[in-house]
């Protein structure tokens, strides 16, 4: 299966983001939207695995106190428009433990520079940006997530969830 580690949305968050999808729809209709449940930002991409346990052992021992997240603006990489993830220094640190644990997994993770951010839409060609604006959350989870494409829709289903905590 396909997998992947991400940080879940808050309810404000996602709201901020969806505020900014829906002027982005208004001007660019044709690009493909991420759905409202499947908006997340990702820690760490770690594509086709059956190791669902050694996933688990990585994340658990990664994980630490909870920390507060900042999201707003928006960016793109070519035609996929994003909204911001501000890089702190606990997600920064928790990032790359992950990376250093999953690596000794053996799990095949690039080291490219860590650029959180949370796809808004793909597909949207041109320049245009949406306001998104800015929102504080908590990150208390940390999620492995399961990709499916369901009749040409991306799903995605948690298969582990662990809770950050200060014990
Ligand atoms: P994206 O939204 O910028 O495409 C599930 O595919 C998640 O993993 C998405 O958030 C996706 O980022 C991210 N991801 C990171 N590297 C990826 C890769 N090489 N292929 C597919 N998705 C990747």
């Given at each position: 299966?396909?997998?992947?580690?991400?940080?879940?949305?808050?309810?404000?968050?996602?709201?901020?983001?969806?505020?900014?999808?829906?002027?982005?729809?208004?001007?660019?209709?044709?690009?493909?939207?991420?759905?409202?449940?499947?908006?997340?930002?990702?820690?760490?991409?770690?594509?086709?695995?059956?190791?669902?346990?050694?996933?688990?052992?990585?994340?658990d021992?990664?994980?630490?106190?909870?920390?507060?997240?900042?999201?707003?603006?928006?960016?793109?990489?070519?035609?996929?428009?994003?909204?911001?993830?501000?890089?702190?220094?606990?997600?920064?640190?928790?990032?790359?433990?992950?990376?250093?644990?999953?690596?000794?997994?053996?799990?095949?993770?690039?080291n490219?520079?860590?650029?959180?951010?949370?796809?808004?839409?793909?597909?949207?060609?041109?320049?245009?940006?949406?306001?998104?604006?800015?929102?504080?959350?908590?990150?208390?989870?940390?999620?492995?997530?399961?990709?499916?494409?369901q009749?040409?829709?991306?799903?995605?289903?948690?298969?582990?969830?662990?809770?950050?905590?200060?014990?």
């Open positions: 299966m396909r997998l992947f580690i991400a940080l879940p949305m808050s309810e404000e968050a996602r709201g901020a983001i969806l505020a900014g999808a829906d002027e982005l729809r208004a001007k660019i209709p044709a690009a493909n939207y991420s759905r409202a449940e499947n908006l997340h930002i990702t820690l760490a991409f770690i594509g086709e695995s059956n190791r669902v346990d050694a996933l688990k052992a990585c994340i021992e990664v994980c630490r106190a909870p920390f507060t997240v900042t999201v707003g603006g928006s960016g793109r990489f070519g035609d996929l428009v994003w909204a911001g993830v501000r890089v702190s220094p606990p997600l920064a640190a928790l990032e790359r433990r992950l990376r250093v644990s999953l690596q000794r997994a053996g799990f095949r993770i690039e490219r520079p860590f650029r959180p951010h949370i796809t808004i839409a793909r597909e949207a060609p041109g320049s245009l940006l949406p306001h998104v604006p800015e929102v504080t959350m908590a990150a208390d989870r940390v999620l492995l997530m399961r990709s499916d494409r009749n040409g829709r991306l799903v995605y289903t948690p298969v582990y969830e662990r809770r950050l905590t200060d014990a």
